[in-house]
């Protein structure tokens, strides 16, 4: 099992940075792909980007390729997700979460708890 914390998210104006993290427990962390999903207040859930267990393999979704960029360090069970060039449309709460595979959003079993992002224009 593994059990997933957000940092702390915050509020930023347009075309500003930020940086998430998603601090993993337990020692299975590099066994998980990790994907980080958004949801803005009257929309559904949506899938942000994904990396691979080892890190090698990433996937992002078309509103934010060449904005953000996910990554992981397995030595440090922690996840990142760099975001930048930001946009009102960005705000959501955002999640990160572990599955067995990147590219199967049905596999994400474990789910942290969410953090705000507010873009603010």
């Known amino acids: 099992q593994v059990q997933l914390v957000e940092s702390e998210g915050g509020l930023v104006q347009a075309g500003d940075s930020l940086r998430l993290s998603c601090a993993a427990s337990g020692r299975t962390f590099s066994r998980y792909a990790i994907g980080w999903f958004r949801q803005a207040p009257g929309n559904e859930r949506e899938f942000v980007a994904a990396?691979?267990?080892?890190?090698?393999?990433?996937l992002y979704a078309n509103s934010v390729k060449g904005r953000f960029t996910i990554s992981r360090d397995n030595a440090k069970n922690t996840a990142y997700l760099q975001m930048n060039s930001l946009k009102p449309e960005d705000t959501a709460v955002y999640y990160c979460?572990?599955?067995?595979?990147?590219?199967?959003?049905?596999?994400?079993?474990?789910w942290g708890q969410g953090t705000q992002v507010t873009v603010s224009s």
């Open positions: 979460a572990a599955g067995t595979t990147m590219y199967d959003p049905t596999t994400y079993d474990y």
């Open positions: 990396i691979s267990y080892s890190g090698a393999s990433t």
